[in-house]
C-alpha cells in the first residue's frame, strides 16, 4: 500500500478470514448470501461529478426501480437514525451501502454518514458505489471509515470508447469533455482500484452494456481488472433514458454472451437487480417499496425465526 495512505490512517489490512466472512453475508458479492443476508442503500450523496449519458437521477421519485432514484434525500444524521431502527428491526441486514443518487465520493456527508455508523456498528460490512473519479484522493477517507466493499462503475479502458458513454467529467474544479475528460476518468478509476485491492477492500466493477459501443470491448475491461485483482464483475444492461433514451437495450441473450465471455477472466455476478439508491432488505425484495403492513409482516417473521433459533 501507498507509505502515505497508510501513515494517514493507521489502516491495518483485513485477514483472509475476514475477507471471507464480508463476501460470504454481501447479497451482491456471494449469490448465496442474496437470499440470506440483506443491505441497506443510504441515499446520502445528490452530487455527482461526473455526467454519464444514460443516466437521470431522481430525487423524489417513489414510482421507479433503478439505480440514481430515491424518495428522499438524507442527513447524515437521518440515515443514522435510519440505519439504527432498520438493523434492529431486520438483523439479516448485514451491509451499510452508500450509492448515490450521486457519486457518494462527491459528497463530504458520505463519511460523516459512515463514521457515524462505524462508530455505532463497528462489525457491519460498509459498502459504496462510485465512479471512481476521485478514487485515488479520496482513499484515505474510505480507509479512516474501514469502508468494506467497494464498486466502481467502469464501462471502458479505451478513452475513444468511454468518451462516447459521458458527456463531461468535473475533476478539481474544472470540467473536462471528449477523450480528454475519458483519460482522466479512466486513468483515476485504475489507479483508485489498484490502491482499494491493494488495502485488502474487496472491489466490484459495474459495466453498463450499451450496444454499439463497448459491447465489443467489456471483455478488454474483465481482462484489466482480472490483472488489478478485482473480485466480481456486474455487467449490467443499460436502461434507455436520458441522451440514450433513444437506444435498444441489450437482450438477455446478449448480456448472457458478454458475462460468458468475461468470466474466465472475473467472476460474474449475474443476479443483480440494478436497485434504488435507498433500497434495503433482500436482494428483489425492497422494503423501501412495500407498504407498512408488509413490513411488519416481514419483521415478525424474522422475530419468530430468530426466537426459534435461539431456543434451538
Not at 467497494?150 to 477523450?179: C, F, H, W
Not at 409482516?297 to 425465526?305: G, P, R
Amino acid at each position: 500500500m501507498d507509505n502515505k495512505i497508510s501513515d494517514t490512517c493507521g489502516f491495518e489490512s483485513p485477514s483472509d478470514e475476514d475477507i471471507k466472512r464480508i463476501i460470504a453475508q454481501h447479497p451482491c458479492y456471494s449469490k448465496e448470501a442474496q437470499h440470506k443476508f440483506g443491505r441497506i442503500h443510504l441515499a446520502v450523496a445528490p452530487e455527482c461529478n461526473i455526467q454519464c449519458n444514460y443516466c437521470d437521477r431522481k430525487f423524489d421519485c417513489v414510482n421507479e426501480s433503478r439505480p440514481g432514484v430515491t424518495s428522499k434525500v438524507l442527513t447524515p444524521l437521518e440515515a443514522f437514525e435510519k440505519t439504527k431502527q432498520v438493523l434492529a428491526d431486520y438483523p439479516f441486514i448485514k451491509v451499510v451501502g452508500i450509492a448515490g443518487p450521486g457519486d457518494p465520493l462527491a459528497n463530504d456527508e458520505t463519511f460523516e454518514t459512515l463514521e457515524l455508523i462505524r462508530n455505532e456498528f463497528p462489525g457491519v460490512t460498509l459498502c459504496m458505489s462510485t465512479n471512481g473519479l476521485a478514487l485515488p484522493e479520496k482513499m484515505p477517507d474510505l480507509l479512516n471509515v474501514r469502508v468494506n466493499t467497494l464498486t466502481v462503475t467502469m464501462n471502458a479502458i479505451d478513452p475513444q470508447i468511454e468518451s462516447q458513454i459521458i458527456s463531461y467529467v468535473n475533476y478539481k474544479g474544472k470540467v473536462y469533455r471528449g477523450v480528454e475528460s475519458a483519460e482522466i476518468l479512466i486513468n483515476n478509476q485504475l489507479e483508485g482500484i489498484r490502491l482499494a485491492v491493494e488495502a485488502g477492500i474487496a472491489v466490484k466493477i459495474n459495466t453498463v452494456l450499451v450496444p454499439g459501443i463497448n459491447d465489443k470491448h467489456i471483455i478488454e475491461v474483465a481482462k484489466k481488472i482480472n490483472e488489478l485483482g478485482v473480485y466480481i464483475m456486474n455487467v449490467m444492461p443499460l436502461i434507455c433514458q436520458a441522451k440514450f433514451a433513444h437506444m435498444t437495450p441489450p437482450t438477455p441473450a446478449e448480456r448472457k454472451a458478454v458475462q460468458d465471455m468475461c468470466e474466465p477472466y472475473v467472476l460474474q455476478m449475474r443476479h443483480c437487480r440494478q436497485c434504488r439508491s435507498d433500497a434495503f432488505g433482500l436482494l428483489g425484495q425492497d422494503l423501501s417499496q412495500m407498504s407498512e403492513d408488509r413490513r411488519n409482516a416481514i419483521k415478525l417473521k424474522n422475530q419468530k425465526k430468530i426466537h426459534e433459533d435461539e431456543k434451538a
